[in-house]
């Protein structure tokens, strides 16, 4: 990594991510030490740092006016040391940047070109190199693991109700001369301008599509002001996506919520449980229905059937009758009554007979009744 | 040996003259060259720079977009409702002179609580003309873009620029919260019971469709199944006049008899008659005719 360090003015080890060590002032927006060095390394580079000291008699630092204080050199020595200086400064100024980095060189402080993977050559100290991970996408998390009360995540929407939105932010590094040179506290800036987005879009918002459907919208619409923010400030970040986690009505009126959802599903019964009532009726319905079509066409059958019967055999007797009209009328009134009176209990009064006059034709109809009920004639 | 004795110090002096001279103006910053306070040069682009030892001296200000949070603020709204306030700015040094200038030696540090006041002031008066509802919701962009406008007007005496302003929350104050909660409880209550009542109505509604297809199916086929009986019942009814209008008087006689006999039928019946029917022609003589 960052091994152009090792010289007087990178008096701190210099392994601050991005390797910044030109000009030897404060520098602002403190970055957090990253990669640390192998310990080998180190002590090279300090044993390194003790002999440049001791040769150059620790001048270089600005405005720090350096007085000569040599100890007695021989001429071994001179070699030796002019040698370590040689290897000292070559193993200074290579450095190494990976895949996913990029190196941004500076020529006394003024940026000169832009170091691509492999080996590069930063000649100590005119030009400085600070390596950026570029391609490695770094997460901004927002709204996630509010307190109970108020906190970043609880935004306010259009019609005044309170969501609780968690998202993330994926972020990388687009252009590293306009990350490095633009902008300070890229990650504070990244988180302000995000929550500041989302809660714009928010309130810009119903309660209710932000609950269901529009989130792919949203998290589309928050990449888009987030960037174009960010693009606004030239600051070389480049928003990968937005990651929206979360957005529930706030855990207070969470079980009211859940009530909604609980009617629902009750409507949906009610309206299930009529759909099968009717699907029942109807069928049965349609059943009885099928039924008295069926029953009538029987009946259609059955009378029709009965009449030309009963036609055809009156014609069949009348056919017969109207050959011999005289006979056959006469056979078929004894016949008939043969066949009557032959099963009938019979009383004959003759009143023209002698003494007629004085039968009392005195019926006692329940004896007769009981006669013919208790079976059969006399 | 004695001549080197005097070249090194001299060496020494010349390259410490020289190093406090030089000095580098990175990328990320702007330089003024002060000479006992009175700004003698201003360096804004990056590179070597020079300087007279001892007598100038080098400030450099950050020539990066600085960030400024402010502390969320109250504030009151035309129609006197209270909001929290919660705004970003970003901010960079364009004129470092006037920079230097207008906050002295302090620098960034104490540029900051002045752009702070700058903007809380812009804050109080733009989100005090308007009402709470277009903080709240859709005007908040246009809202900013005020605040940006006029807080960049003020700043510009500073020797800043201010880059963009943004709000980062409007909100009810905290004691309104409970009341918002409250207020989202009664909403989905309401809701719940309107699901509900909907869900009656609708189970209701399909009830009574089913009911009225019912009596409309058995009824359409009751009528049809009469329709078919009367049809079956006429049919029967011309079969007859057909077949018996041959004859009347013979199916009058016909038919009598078939009735007799099936009336009459069993053993149930007791017939008290005297015989001098037709039947019983030949019951008393055997030459009937009177």
């Known amino acids: ?378 | 040996m004695r001549k080197t004795t005097y070249i090194l110090p001299v060496l020494a002096v010349i390259l410490a003259a020289v190093f406090s001279s030089v000095f580098i103006v990175d990328e990320r910053e702007k330089a003024l060259v002060l000479q006992f306070g009175e700004v003698k040069n201003v360096i804004t682009d990056p590179g070597l720079a020079f300087k007279i030892p001892l007598v100038q001296e080098v400030v450099k200000y950050d020539d990066r977009i600085l960030p400024l949070d402010t502390q969320p603020l109250e504030v009151t709204p035309a129609d006197d409702r209270r909001l929290v306030v919660d705004a970003f700015a970003r901010w960079r040094i364009q004129d470092p002179v006037q920079f230097r200038r207008a906050v002295g030696a302090g620098g960034i540090e104490t540029a900051r609580p002045r752009l702070e006041r700058i903007l809380n002031a812009e804050l109080r008066e733009v989100l005090g003309s308007v009402d709470s509802g277009a903080v709240l919701s859709a005007d908040r962009a246009a809202l900013m873009n005020r605040i940006l406008v006029q807080s960049r007007a003020r700043a510009s005496a500073l020797g800043v620029e201010i880059v963009d302003v943004r709000i980062k929350r409007a909100d009810l104050p905290e004691q309104n919260l409970e009341a918002t909660f409250e207020r989202m409880r009664a909403e989905r209550e309401r809701e719940a019971a309107d699901e509900i009542a909907r869900g009656n109505e609708a189970a209701q509604r399909v009830r009574a469709l089913a009911d009225r297809t019912v009596v409309e199916t058995v009824s359409v086929a009751q009528r049809d199944s009469d329709i078919t009986r009367g049809e079956a019942d006429a049919k029967r009814n011309a079969i007859f006049a057909e077949a018996f209008g041959r004859d009347p008087e013979f199916f009058a006689f016909y038919r009598s008899l078939t009735a007799y006999e099936n009336s009459l039928k069993g053993s149930n019946t007791t017939l008290v008659m005297p015989p001098d029917s037709e039947f019983f022609d030949y019951f008393k003589t055997d030459t009937p005719g009177k």
């Open chain 1, 1 to 378: 990594m960052a091994s152009n360090n090792g010289g007087p003015w990178g008096g701190s080890g210099g392994d601050d991510r991005g390797g910044q060590n030109g000009g030897g002032d404060k520098r602002p927006g403190g970055q957090r030490p990253n990669d640390p060095q192998i310990p080998d390394i180190d002590q090279i580079v300090k044993k390194g740092q003790e002999q440049l000291r001791v040769l150059m008699g620790g001048g270089g630092g600005n405005g720090k006016g350096g007085g000569p204080d040599m100890p007695k050199i021989t001429r071994g020595t001179l070699g030796l040391g002019l040698l370590a200086i040689v290897a000292l400064w070559l193993f200074a100024s290579f450095y190494r940047v990976d895949t996913s980095e990029e190196s941004v060189e500076l020529l006394f402080g003024k940026y000169s070109s832009t170091g691509t993977e492999g080996l590069n050559f930063a000649p100590w100290p005119v030009v400085t190199a600070e390596i950026l991970p570029v391609t490695r996408e770094n997460t901004e998390d927002i709204g996630v693991g509010r307190g109970s009360r108020s906190d970043e995540g609880l935004m306010l929407t259009g019609d005044e109700n309170i969501v609780d939105i968690d998202f993330q932010v994926v972020w990388n590094i687009s252009d590293s001369r306009k990350f490095l040179f633009n902008i300070a506290g890229p990650r504070e800036t990244i988180r302000a301008v995000s929550e500041s987005a989302m809660r714009e879009i928010i309130a810009r918002s119903l309660l209710a599509p932000i609950l269901n459907r529009d989130r792919g919208v949203i998290a589309q619409e928050l990449e888009t002001l987030i960037q174009q923010t960010l693009d606004g400030y030239e600051s070389g970040i480049n928003i990968v996506r937005v990651n929206f986690d979360k957005a529930d009505p706030p855990r207070e009126v969470i079980d009211a919520f859940r009530q909604v959802q609980a009617a629902e599903q009750t409507r949906d019964t009610l309206e299930k449980r009529a759909d099968a009532y009717a699907n029942q009726v109807v069928a049965e319905a349609r059943g009885t229905a099928a039924q008295l079509l069926e029953q009538a066409e029987g009946y259609r059958a059955q009378v029709v059937n009965q009449a030309e019967g009963e036609a055809s055999r009156f014609i069949a007797v009348y056919e017969e009758y109207a050959k011999a009209p005289e006979v056959t009328r006469k056979r078929l009134y004894l016949e008939t009554l043969e066949r009557v009176l032959g099963s009938v209990d019979k009383v004959i009064i003759d009143p023209s007979a002698d003494g007629g006059q004085g039968v009392v034709p005195y019926l006692p109809l329940n004896e007769l009744r009981n006669n013919s009920n208790s079976g059969g004639g006399n």
